[in-house]
Structures are given as structure tokens and as C-alpha cells.
């Protein structure tokens, strides 16, 4: 049961964390270390349990697929559909005053409802034609769960009570459906999304309107947090959007390239340059 | 070597709350952490509420927001709260710990990984079984626990799994509550 699962506070033994964060680094260049002590080591408990892969004195054996499920499990992510209601009403009043084409990029997805919210917002505002949404992911597997559809609280009324909030005319089943008794969002909605693995400007040459990075820095430590939003900034036009968790702050050098728009929502317009 | 507080409550617990949060007075010299069931859509108003028959600093904290002392910290809507080794206070939207967040669990567990023996957990009023493990954690860690007596809670539930995981060092009334924590204050 994936309830009992989570619910565990167990903590991983800090030396098989530095080996596992060291083995990980190896296999797919992704330095774990950079996350909450606390949050590490107790994610990488759960996935090794979740997994089944035991360890014993100080090593644990980790192959190449069950690395990219720990990054995508170690990182957390939203995890209900509409989290943030005021915000997604901001979105909303943004797609339906923006008559132009807009590029909208959401980093570092480990899991889908925030891509899940967007398509089925675009699509109540028939919009999805005029914008184009990329997203990155840190691990395959992050990759292979949103392309499936999987909800990571399947059962959580929150995503549903939402979802009325945003979309009171329309009926959950036609975004969603039961699948092995888990609700899945229907991966025929899942279309035309540019995925990759990274957005840094170098690799890509793209920048975008909007960008959808709630909570991604939450259990990063310093100074990565700030380091992200820093390669986000990087990204994003001059008088685009930058959506960030209502408890998250743009601080330094990076809260001075932003106007609030709703502080409280964690909505921030960069300032032309 | 600082030392903590962290109360944990659910359905019945806000009455308490305002109570003891109300006795305190600055500088009690250290962080006091509250982590409340509530409302998820309820973001603002909280922390207003708690201010109005307080003597003390009560903050909803930001992400990465640094711990100080005097200061009464209440886990955001929505958000769970952790305490971190190197001083901060860190939110998370990871997912839910029995059916809660922020959950009492949480806050608990990764303050007791910081504070150890230097710590008083407090389990108030509840419906579900939210903070056990975290209770657990603080007393393995020789920590003070401490759970409202079942008799007098509104709802029983969370106060009473403690108790029958033997997670607690005392069950104690609402008064008994306010003067240990002020005795822990005091106490060096």
C-alpha cells in the first residue's frame, strides 16, 4: 500500500546515503547531495524498501534503471492536481488574455500534475494550439510516469476538489480514468509536449513566456536553490511569468530582475531589460 | 546548546494551542515549533489569529527561513515543516503522511534528528494517528514527550496512539501542559 509506504520515517544510515549519492553521481551525473539532509536520506530509504533492495554494512548494490528511480523518487514534486487554487485562476485569466503564441516551460518534473493541470486548463480554454509547453525531467523514469498518465496521490480528494474549483462544468472522467483501481490523467491529452532533459539556454537556445517552477527548490539545499532559480531566470523573456511556490523566495540578485505580481501566490513578472 | 519545543494537534487542539502559545512570554530562548491540522485552502488567517493573545513572535515561515529563538514558528497549510541541521526551517510538498500535511510526524522527527535530548514534544487533541511516529522518534532520541490526557481531548484518537505505542514520557491536563513547557523553559 502505497499509504504505508509513505508514511514510514525511517532514515537511511548517512554512510550507504554518501555511497548511494556518490554511486548515482557516477551513472547519471546527478549530485543528490544537494538535497535536505533529512528529505535524502529518508526518499532514499523509501525507494530502496519500495524497490526491495536490501543493503548491508555499507554497500548497496545499484544498477542504472534503479538509480534513475531513486532521483526520480528522492526529488519530490507537486503532488495533487490544481495545488494552489488562486494561482491556477491567475493562469487561467493569463491563457485567456493572451492572444498570442506563448512558450511555457515546466523544470525538473518528477512527477505529473502539474503538466496534467496545464493540458486540462488549455483545453477548457480551448488554447492548446497557441501554446507550447516543455518539460524537463531529472531521470527517465520521472520521464516514463508523466508520458503514463500516473498520478502520484491516485487516491488524494484534494486533485478532484480541485479540479471542481477550476473546472466546475466539466466531469473529472473526461481527463481521468480508472485504471487497476489507480486514477490515471488520459494519456491522449499528453500530446505535442517538447520533453527534455535540461533547459538551460546553452544546451537549447530556448527561452519562454511562462515558467511553472512551484516548489522545485524546497528540498534543495543552499546555494542550489538559489543556483536554480538563477538558471531558471536565465531562461525566461524579459516581461514573461515566473511562478514559484507561494512559500518560496526569489532573493539577491534574482528578486531584483522580478515585479511581483501576487507575492502571496509567488507570482513574479521579469522586468525588461 | 539550544533546545525546542514542538507541539502537534489536530481536530480539538486549537483552544490548547491558544492557551499555551498565550502564557508564554520573551525571551523563553528558544524555537518553538507548532505544527496544526487544518484547513489546506485556509492559507492566511492562522498565524493572525494565534498573535492576537500573544506576547510573543508568531511566524508562518518561507522556505529556508532561519530558526531563532523566541520565536513561535506554525507549519504552513499545505506544506510540511522540517527543521534542519544547519539552522533553517525547510517546507516541503512531498506527499501526504496519514492523510495530513503538514504532518505532526514530519516536524517532529526531523526536529528531534537536530534537538535530541534537548526537546519537548507535545501531542494535543486529534482524529487520526499523526505524530506517533514522530513522538517515537523524540523518545528514542531522549527527548520529553508528552501527550494531552485522553479524558479531557475533544478527540482522543491522537493523544491515545501515542500513549498505546508507548511513545510518551507523560500524560498530563491542559495546566499540567502549560507548566511543564514553562518549567522546560526555565530549566537549563
Known amino acids: 500500500m502505497i499509504t504505508e509506504w509513505i508514511n514510514k520515517l525511517d532514515l537511511l544510515p548517512e554512510d550507504i546515503t554518501r555511497e548511494i549519492v556518490h554511486e548515482i553521481e557516477i551513472k547519471l551525473g546527478i549530485d543528490l547531495g544537494r538535497i535536505n539532509d533529512f528529505v535524502l536520506r529518508r526518499r532514499l530509504k523509501l525507494a530502496l524498501d519500495k524497490s526491495g533492495t536490501s543493503y548491508s554494512g555499507n554497500s548497496v548494490c545499484i544498477d542504472s534503471r534503479l538509480a534513475a528511480h531513486i532521483v526520480s523518487d528522492c526529488l519530490p514534486d507537486i503532488t495533487e492536481v490544481f495545488r494552489d487554487i488562486e494561482t491556477w485562476l491567475f493562469i487561467r485569466k493569463l491563457i485567456l488574455s493572451n492572444p498570442e503564441q506563448a512558450d511555457i516551460l515546466i523544470p525538473m518534473a518528477t512527477k505529473g500534475e502539474e503538466l496534467y493541470s496545464l493540458l486540462i486548463l488549455l483545453n477548457e480554454l480551448s488554447a492548446v494550439n497557441r501554446f507550447h509547453i516543455s518539460v524537463t525531467y531529472p531521470s527517465y523514469i520521472s520521464l516514463?510516469?508523466?508520458?503514463?498518465?500516473i498520478l502520484f496521490s491516485p487516491r488524494s480528494r484534494f486533485s478532484f476538489v480541485n479540479f471542481k474549483q477550476i473546472c466546475p462544468e466539466c466531469d473529472f472522467p473526461k481527463y481521468f480514468l480508472s485504471d487497476n483501481q489507480a486514477i490515471k490523467f488520459r494519456k491522449e491529452f499528453i500530446t505535442g509536449i517538447n520533453f527534455r532533459k535540461d533547459f538551460k539556454s546553452g544546451n537549447t537556445g530556448q527561452i519562454y513566456d511562462i515558467?511553472?517552477?512551484r516548489n522545485k527548490t524546497l528540498a534543495l539545499k543552499e546555494p542550489y536553490s538559489t543556483g536554480f532559480f538563477k538558471a531558471?531566470?536565465?531562461v525566461l523573456k524579459p516581461e514573461g511569468y515566473l511562478f514559484i511556490g507561494t512559500h518560496e523566495q526569489l532573493t539577491g540578485e534574482i528578486s531584483a530582475k522580478y515585479k511581483p505580481v501576487s507575492k502571496q501566490n509567488g507570482i513574479f513578472k521579469k522586468i525588461a531589460q | 546548546m539550544t533546545r525546542a519545543?514542538?507541539?502537534g494537534g489536530s481536530a480539538?487542539?486549537?483552544?490548547?494551542?491558544?492557551q499555551i502559545i498565550s502564557a508564554l512570554k520573551a525571551p523563553f530562548e528558544m524555537p518553538?515549533?507548532?505544527c496544526l491540522h487544518r484547513l489546506r485552502t485556509a492559507r492566511t488567517g492562522f498565524a493572525e489569529t494565534l498573535r492576537i493573545k500573544s506576547h510573543v513572535k508568531i511566524v508562518e515561515p518561507a522556505d529556508k527561513e532561519i530558526i531563532r529563538l523566541n520565536y513561535v514558528y506554525v507549519a504552513p497549510a499545505n506544506y510540511h515543516m522540517l527543521i534542519s541541521r544547519d539552522g533553517l526551517i525547510n517546507l516541503s510538498v512531498e506527499e501526504e503522511i496519514c492523510h495530513s500535511r503538514p504532518s505532526i510526524d514530519i516536524t517532529f522527527a526531523s526536529a528531534s534528528e537536530v534537538y535530541k535530548e534537548r526537546m519537548m514534544a507535545v501531542i494535543l487533541s486529534g482524529a487520526n494517528d499523526d505524530g506517533t511516529n514522530g513522538m517515537r522518534r523524540v523518545k528514542e532520541n531522549g527527548g520529553i514527550t508528552i501527550a494531552q490526557n485522553p479524558k479531557e481531548c475533544d478527540v482522543s484518537v491522537m493523544p491515545l496512539s501515542c500513549i498505546q505505542n508507548n511513545c510518551i514520557t507523560r500524560i498530563e491536563s491542559t495546566g499540567e501542559i502549560i507548566k511543564s513547557i514553562q518549567n522546560f523553559i526555565l530549566s537549563k
Open chain 2, 32 to 34: 518553538l515549533f507548532v
Open chain 2, 12 to 18: 480539538g487542539s486549537y483552544k490548547l494551542i491558544v
Open chain 1, 211 to 213: 515558467i511553472l517552477c
Open chain 2, 5 to 7: 519545543i514542538a507541539i
Open chain 1, 232 to 234: 531558471v531566470s536565465d
Open chain 1, 144 to 149: 516514463e510516469n508523466i508520458t503514463q498518465g
